[in-house]
C-alpha cells in the first residue's frame, strides 16, 4: 500500500534545501524549455557582440514580423506531432492557399476579407481530406502529406498559371501582415498598451483565481513566491516586448495575429476536453480507444486545424511580401516549420509539447535567419547553422526523455 | 464470504460455449461471482481463460450459454455494454496514457467541464479521494504516468476500473510483471475492493497470490470447468492437480464446502 515511502528516490526529493531540489530536478532533466530559452540567449549575445545592431528596436520589430508567419506554420505542426504524426505538406498548403486567396481577389476582383476566408476553407478542406485519408486508409501521415507536399505544388502551379506571379494590391490583404500599429493606426500604440495590460490583467487573475479554488476545495497549491515569479516573467515579456516595438514603428500586426493564435490554441490544447483528447491520442492512441474517444474525429479535426494554421501562415507570409509566387511555401519553409515545433521542445513521438514552442522555435530559426543576414553570410553557412541547432535541440529533448523514463523505474 | 451461497451472485454464467473456428474455446462454462468476494480465475494456458472474460467484457459476445448480472438475464454485445452493467475490466497492457498524469488519466474520456474549459480543480478532488478510499499511494495525482512504479500504474488502472459505479472488475494478470512489493501493493488493492462491496475476479498464474487473495478458485481446462474450490482447506497441490488435469474426472472432490455451492447454484 505504501511502499514507495520506503523507495530512496522519493525521500531524497523531498527533502533537502530548495537548492538540492533544484538540482535533483535538474539530474532528472525535467527542465521545460529553460535549455532552449538558455540557448536563445546566447544565440542573440552572440548576434549583438558581431553586430551591436542585432538588438535595436529597429531589428527586433523586423524579426518579429519575419517569424510571425513561419511561427504560425509552426503552431499547426506542434497540433500535428502532439498526435504523433507529421505533415510534410505545410509548406505547400501555405503556398497554394495563399495563391488561391491572390488569383481571387487580383484576378477575379472578389473583396480582400472574402478571398482571405476562401485561402482559409481551402486550407481546412485540404486538412480534412489528408486527415481523413490517413485514418481511413491507416497510410502512414508521412506518405500521405509526402504525396501531398507534391501535389499542392502542382495545384499552387496551376492556380497562379502563366504569370507565375500575382502582386497583391489590396488594403485589407496587404494590411494583415504589414501594418505596425504605432506607425499606420491612429492610436496604435495605446491600443497596444491597452490589450497588453488587459491580457496581463486576465493571466494574472485566472492563475491567483485557481489558486483561490484549489485552496479552497483543500488542494495543494502554489506558493504566493512562486506565482508572483511566473506574472512577473509575463509582465517583463510583455512590457519589454511593446516598449521595444513601441520604441521603432510598434508591435507588427503579424505579430499579433501570430500570439492570438498561440493564446487559442494554448487554451484548447491545455484547457478542453479536445485538447486532452488529442494528448491522450498522442500518448496512446489504444487507450484512447477504449476509453471512448472518438480518436478518428481527433485525428481529421487536428489535420484540418493544422492546415487551416499552413494557410494563415501563407497568407501572413504573402501579406509581407506583397505577392505569392511559383516559390511561394516552397524552399526551407517545411523546414524551418518542423525545425521551430521541435527546437521549441516538443516530441516526435506525440503526446510531449506545447504550442508555446512554436514561438521559441521560431524565435531560434528567426533570430539565427535575421543575424547571419545583418552579418552578409551567405546562406550555405545559415543552413548549416540552423541544422547544427536542430541537432542540438533534439539531443537535449532524447536526453530528457531517456532520463525521464529511467527515472520513472 | 461465507453466507455468498445464500445470496444471488452477481455474475453468473449458465453453460456458456465459444467457439473460434474450428477451435471450441469454451464448452458448457458454468460461473459465478459474488459481492464482496474475490474470485480467482485460473487454468493454464489455452484453458479459456481470457475467451471467458472477454465474453463477459463484450469483447467477444458468447455464442450460447447466458449471462446473468444481479438476478437479470443479460446480453453483452459490445463493450459498452459490459460498461452500462458496471462492469470494468483492467487488462495487462493497463490502457493508460503514459503523457498524462494521474488526473487525467482516471478521467480519461470522462473528463469534467465548468462550461468550456476542464474544471482540473473539481477532477483533482474527486481523484484524492478515490485513491484515499481504495489507500493507494501516489507521490502526487499531478506525476505523469511515465513516472510511476509499475505498482502505482496498476493501482491508477484498477482505481478508474472501479471509479465509476463499478459492481464487478475484472483484473488480468494484475500482478504479472511486478516485483514483491509491488505485487504486495496491488493485492492490498484488491482486498480493499472487496472490503467496499465489489466482486473482483482475478486471472492470475501465480499461485501464491491467488492464495492470498482470492476467496474462491474456479478452475478451467481445456475450456471447461474443472472445479471450484474455496482456499480454505484447499493446497496448491490440489489447485495445480485441477489445472493440469491430471485430477480430471474427479475433481469435485476438490473441497466440500465449494461442492456444495456449486451444486447449489449451477444446473
Not at chain 2, 176 to 188: D, E, K, M, R, T
Request: aromatic share 8%; net charge positive.
Amino acid at each position: 500500500m505504501s511502499t514507495m515511502v520506503n523507495d530512496p528516490r522519493l525521500e531524497s526529493e523531498r527533502s533537502g534545501n530548495p537548492l538540492q531540489r533544484w538540482f535533483q530536478r535538474f539530474r532528472q532533466s525535467d527542465l521545460g524549455p529553460l535549455p532552449i530559452v538558455f540557448g536563445l540567449l546566447i544565440i542573440w549575445l552572440i548576434f549583438q557582440r558581431t553586430n551591436d545592431k542585432f538588438l535595436s528596436p529597429l531589428n527586433l520589430t523586423n524579426l518579429m514580423a519575419q517569424i510571425a508567419a513561419l511561427g504560425t506554420i509552426a503552431v499547426g505542426a506542434v497540433l500535428i506531432l502532439l498526435l504523433g504524426e507529421v505533415d510534410l505538406s505545410a509548406g505547400s498548403v501555405s503556398g497554394l492557399c495563399a495563391a488561391v486567396m491572390a488569383v481571387l481577389n487580383v484576378k477575379y476582383g472578389i473583396p480582400g476579407p472574402i478571398a482571405v476566408l476562401a485561402g482559409l476553407f481551402t486550407g481546412l478542406a485540404i486538412g480534412l481530406f489528408q486527415g481523413f485519408w490517413v485514418t481511413r486508409f491507416k497510410i502512414p501521415s508521412f506518405i500521405v502529406t509526402l504525396a501531398g507536399l507534391i501535389g499542392w505544388v502542382g495545384a499552387l502551379l496551376y492556380v497562379l498559371g502563366e504569370t507565375g506571379t500575382v502582386n497583391l494590391r489590396d488594403k485589407f490583404i496587404v494590411g494583415l501582415a504589414s501594418t505596425f500599429l504605432k506607425r499606420d493606426v491612429p492610436n496604435g500604440e495605446l491600443y497596444s498598451w491597452l490589450v497588453g495590460i488587459l491580457f496581463i490583467i486576465i493571466y494574472a487573475a485566472s492563475f491567483i483565481w485557481e489558486r483561490q479554488r484549489r485552496k479552497r476545495a483543500g488542494l495543494q497549491f502554489r506558493s504566493i513566491g512562486g506565482l508572483l515569479f511566473q506574472i512577473a516573467v509575463v509582465v517583463i515579456l510583455v512590457v519589454g516586448m511593446l516598449l521595444i516595438t513601441n520604441a521603432d514603428r510598434g508591435l507588427p500586426s503579424a505579430m499579433v495575429f501570430f500570439i492570438a493564435v498561440l493564446v487559442i490554441f494554448d487554451f484548447l490544447t491545455q484547457r478542453t476536453i479536445f485538447g486532452r483528447h488529442v494528448y491522450a491520442v498522442g500518448g496512446n492512441a489504444e487507450a484512447a480507444r477504449r476509453a471512448s474517444i472518438n480518436v478518428p474525429f481527433v485525428r481529421i479535426a487536428v489535420f484540418g486545424l493544422a492546415s487551416t494554421l499552413a494557410a494563415f501562415g501563407g497568407i501572413l507570409a504573402a501579406s509581407r511580401l506583397l505577392a505569392v509566387n511559383q516559390s511561394s511555401g516552397g524552399s526551407d519553409l517545411l523546414l524551418n516549420v518542423i525545425a521551430s515545433a521541435v527546437i521549441g521542445g516538443t516530441s516526435l513521438f506525440g503526446g510531449r509539447g506545447t504550442v508555446w514552442s512554436a514561438l521559441l522555435g521560431a524565435l531560434v530559426i528567426g533570430s539565427i535567419s535575421n543575424g547571419m543576414d545583418l552579418l552578409a553570410l551567405p546562406s550555405p553557412i545559415k543552413f548549416m547553422i540552423t541544422g547544427g541547432v536542430l541537432l542540438v535541440a533534439v539531443t537535449i529533448e532524447a536526453i530528457s526523455r531517456q532520463r525521464r523514463e529511467s527515472a520513472g523505474r | 464470504m461465507p453466507e455468498s451461497s445464500s445470496r444471488v451472485p452477481i455474475l453468473e454464467l449458465r453453460g456458456v460455449s465459444k467457439r473460434f473456428g474450428a477451435v471450441q474455446a469454451l464448452s458448457n462454462v458454468n460461473f459465478e461471482a459474488y459481492a464482496g468476494e474475490v474470485v480467482g480465475l485460473v487454468g493454464d494456458n489455452g484453458a479459456g481463460k481470457s475467451t471467458l472474460i472477454k465474453c463477459v467484457a463484450g469483447i467477444h459476445p458468447a455464442d450460447d450459454g447466458e449471462i446473468w448480472f444481479e438476478g437479470q438475464r443479460v446480453h453483452i454485445q459490445n463493450p459498452k455494454d459490459a460498461a452500462d452493467l458496471g462492469i470494468q475490466t483492467v487488462y495487462q497492457d493497463l490502457a493508460l496514457c503514459d503523457n498524462l498524469d494521474v488526473v487525467a488519466n482516471l478521467y480519461l474520456g470522462r473528463e469534467q467541464t465548468s462550461r468550456l474549459p476542464l474544471d482540473e480543480v473539481s477532477m483533482e478532488k474527486r481523484s484524492l479521494e478515490v485513491l484515499r478510499d481504495l489507500s493507494v499511494s501516489i507521490p502526487s495525482v499531478r506525476t505523469i504516468i511515465a513516472s510511476l512504479s509499475g505498482g502505482q500504474r496498476q493501482s491508477v488502472a484498477i482505481s478508474r476500473a472501479v471509479m465509476w459505479n463499478s459492481k464487478l472488475v475484472i483484473l488480468d494478470e494484475p500482478t504479472a510483471a511486478l516485483g514483491v512489493l509491488q505485487s504486495h501493493q496491488v493485492l492490498q488493492l484488491i482486498k480493499n475492493l472487496r472490503q467496499q462491496g465489489l466482486a473482483v475476479i482475478v486471472i492470475s498464474h501465480n499461485l501464491a497470490d491467488i492464495f492470498e487473495v482470492v476467496d474462491r478458485i474456479s478452475i478451467l481446462y481445456l475450456g471447461r470447468n474443472n472445479g471450484v474450490f474455496n482456499v480454505h482447506g484447499t493446497s496448491q497441490e490440489q489447485i495445480v492437480a485441477a489445472i493440469t488435469g491430471a485430477e480430471f474426472g474427479n475433481n469435485n472432490q476438490g473441497s466440500a464446502p465449494a461442492r456444495q455451492r456449486k451444486g447449489g447454484s449451477s444446473r
